[in-house]
């Protein structure tokens, strides 16, 4: 087996992962991933003991125990470039022998469940309720750099979408995934359940208009109206089109639940978000 070469497997000067900084031992296969790195906070405050605090850049680790569960809460920071290195590492930490930086032969699958905010684009999504990601269509071009090894492409629902908006060729292809069925089932039974939208940036990308001018003005009319599966596009959020693709491919499960913390319809923003995403923590933690 070929090792892999330090310009491809990047390590810090004590041998963990160059971002996370983790070393295996020190990753739980229970891992929540949030954007904010403050929020590694609130998740770990719930733990019976905290075994590891690691800090590199915006991303914060913490692995601990929650009810005889080891669970690791990491912050990602925002955007599909920043969970392109973290659920690379994640993997890494897992299924790559750092020390003879080769391919492990025998696969850990990690439980990889992302906690973030989300603007709806329902007007009966109100701020502070939750919603799940069923499926993700990433308009952020990040999983066309990757062979889609596994097949988790939902082709048909990327297709749809495509045709329905009559998709404008100068930006990124739409690529469609679905969440992991099994924690859909354990983490999201009884959550609302829609067609999130992940996009490469906050305001034009969101449909968002400033001063710069939109080449498409009517995006935001036309998505609220899409459905597939009798799921509606329900949500635009940063993040979770590079977990699913990413994590999928790499053989572990994904999830990703957000708080609503905006209602495009509505032309709402919440004041304050903090206690119902500690509800939303806590239940996610009860049911890992």
């Known amino acids: 087996m070929a090792k892999l070469e330090a310009s491809e497997l990047t390590l810090a000067n004590d041998g963990s992962l160059y971002h996370i900084r983790l070393f295996p031992d020190e990753l739980a296969e229970?891992?929540?991933?949030?954007?904010?790195?403050?929020?590694?906070?609130d998740i770990s405050k719930y733990f019976s003991k905290i075994e590891v605090e690691k800090q590199n850049?915006?991303?914060?680790?913490?692995?601990?125990?929650?009810?005889?569960?080891?669970?690791?809460?990491?912050?990602?920071?925002?955007?599909?470039?920043?969970?392109?290195?973290?659920?690379?590492?994640?993997?890494?930490?897992?299924?790559?022998?750092?020390?003879?930086?080769?391919i492990k032969q025998t696969h850990t699958s990690l439980n990889l469940i992302r906690l973030g905010t989300t603007g709806a684009m329902q007007k009966d999504m109100d701020i502070n309720s939750y919603i799940c990601s069923e499926y993700v269509i990433g308009i952020d071009g990040m999983m066309w750099f990757y062979e889609d090894e596994k097949h988790t492409m939902e082709e048909e629902l990327?297709?749809?979408?495509?045709?329905?908006?009559d998709w404008n060729a100068l930006l990124p292809v739409p690529y469609a995934v679905k969440a992991s069925e099994g924690l859909l089932k354990q983490i999201a039974f009884d959550i609302k359940k829609g067609i999130t939208i992940t996009a490469p940036g906050f305001y034009g990308p969101q449909g968002r208009?400033?001063?710069?001018?939109?080449?498409?003005?009517?995006?935001?009319?036309?998505?609220?109206?899409?459905?597939?599966?009798?799921?509606?596009?329900?949500n635009y959020e940063m993040e979770t089109s590079a977990l699913y693709c990413l994590g999928k491919n790499l053989g572990h499960n994904v999830l990703t639940i957000c708080n609503v913390v905006a209602n495009r319809e509505q032309g709402t923003f919440a004041k304050d978000y903090h206690q119902s995403m500690n509800n939303l923590i806590q239940t996610v933690l009860d049911r890992i």
């Open 57 to 102: 850049r915006e991303i914060y680790a913490h692995t601990g125990e929650y009810c005889g569960k080891r669970i690791t809460a990491i912050s990602t920071g925002m955007g599909v470039d920043n969970l392109d290195i973290v659920i690379t590492e994640l993997d890494a930490c897992k299924n790559i022998d750092l020390n003879k930086k080769e």
């Open 209 to 234: 208009e400033l001063r710069l001018p939109l080449r498409d003005k009517t995006i935001n009319q036309k998505l609220p109206l899409f459905s597939y599966n009798d799921c509606n596009v329900t």
């Open 158 to 165: 990327q297709n749809n979408f495509i045709t329905y908006m």
């Open 30 to 41: 229970n891992v929540i991933l949030v954007g904010d790195p403050q929020r590694v906070k």
